[in-house]
């Protein structure tokens, strides 16, 4: 089965039936997928209120009713409580269980955030010709804990987390200027160059994901990082909070190219 | 006293001292001005949403902590219940009185939004040789009411209003590529030519504001506008809920031209 071809209903379709519960990557090629978070209401104002103040960190896709699960905006027909293949349940901060169908533990004041993802930009990078190494060397994108707060917002605060990717100088410029055009998958970097100065010590030892190859004379891009708003739900350790599993995501309707304002 | 070329920290000073309680068009030039609307906490999460899913009639500068009325992003020292020259109080959605400050109503439970304003854009359109008709002949701007649904949240929902700018077609392209840049400040045009599409009667008859002039050639330029987030809170009828009076705004530290993300 060729999934990269296949639409985003019908893979959502096989997801909802359980046929398919592995990780999304390189599912519906040129379809934007979401992160997932789901709060309660009671918490759910602050954290929308994060995602206004930190818009780079969280660029929000769509935002659902209280209570429902209806996918209204980037997909037609979807039900988050089912369309991902699995999801984690996070219990004051603390992992507690894994499932692939969240409709059991649904409840009327649960508010979930669709949130963007670089996958979506690192798509358009490629097709302009910048090299995306993490994906050249088959790995995960570093990711990195950086000395940069974020801007608080009630119970939710923490440094901003970052991803990076390296680069000859003379692409450094497309990547700016094809990322500031999609601002609602992370937009332009905001940090290009010494790592030291955004308070990362050893660019070969990132705190998420992997070490990449950076060649002689390349330059370091750092973007914020749809880890940010994670790590800080998790450490404000809400009583309860839904996300998807690592590289599971939301499949939308809404193709990576039309995500440019 | 020229205001145009103060700074905006001396004219809010004024402003908070009883000084000043006019019109703010025209002071601080190059400033960004902003549109109030403060709400309790028990509304404050459906209008945060609301802005959320409807970014180009509500673009938000700013955001306060519940019960905080200090401005920390836009503005050094500034107070949002002393530093905008006049207030309007509305219950039930009926406006109930005017002030000079709000200290003595302010709540514990109170919620500012600091509303992006078309004043922004208007000079970076007019130093880019765009002409602005109703400035041109000293007038308001003229607004109409669309056929277009906003996005619902919660308890807010209404129609789409628009402001009007008529302008010859080789400025039209300038216009939209200024704008686009700017989506804090209410972004892209959404609507360019036969008002009838958008619901529109007679252009020559807006709903707020002023008919302006449309000569032979021009081609109408519609904006979604900073009325729209005001129309739908008052039609939503909440206790309470204050706003700036029409044309006496929040005066910003920040420029106009940084309001490009």
């Known amino acids: 089965m060729d999934y990269s071809t296949m639409k985003p209903s019908e893979v959502r379709a096989l997801i909802r039936q359980g046929k398919l ?25 602050d954290f929308l209120l ?18 429902s699960r209806l996918v209204k905006r980037m997909a037609a027909d979807a039900d988050i409580a089912t369309d ?3 999801y984690r349940v996070w219990e004051n901060g603390v992992m507690t269980g894994e499932y692939t169908d969240i409709s059991q533990l649904w409840r009327e ?24 190494r993490h994906i050249e060397e088959g790995k995960n994108v570093p990711m990195y804990l950086t000395n940069i707060d974020c801007e608080p917002a009630g119970i939710f605060h923490g440094k901003l987390v970052v991803s990076m990717r390296p680069m ?13 055009s999609m601002p609602r ?47 800080v739900v998790m450490n404000a350790k809400p009583p309860i909070a839904i996300s998807h599993a690592p590289g599971h995501m939301f499949i939308t309707d809404v193709k990576n190219s039309l995500l440019k304002d």
């Not at 997928?33 to 759910?44: E, M």
């Not at 010494?194 to 992997?210: E, L, N, S, T, V």
Request: net charge negative; hydrophobic share 40%.
């Open 21 to 45: 519960t592995g990780q999304t990557s390189g599912m519906c090629d040129g379809y934007a997928q979401g992160n997932l978070l789901v709060l309660p209401r009671a918490q759910a104002y």
């Open 50 to 67: 994060f995602t206004q103040r930190n818009p780079k960190s969280c660029p929000i896709l769509e935002v659902g009713d209280v209570g």
């Open 84 to 86: 991902i293949p699995k």
């Open 109 to 132: 004041d649960f508010v979930y955030f669709l949130i963007g993802c670089s996958f979506s930009f690192e798509g358009e990078l490629l097709s302009a010709g910048v090299p995306v």
């Open 168 to 180: 000859p100088a003379d692409q450094v410029i497309r990547a700016v200027s094809i990322t500031a």
């Open 185 to 231: 998958v992370h937009g332009a970097p905001i940090h290009i160059g010494d790592p030291a100065k955004i308070g990362i010590a050893d660019i070969h030892k990132p705190d998420f994901g992997d070490a990449v190859t950076i060649h002689e004379g390349e330059i370091p891009v750092f973007w914020c990082c749809g880890v940010t708003p994670q790590s």
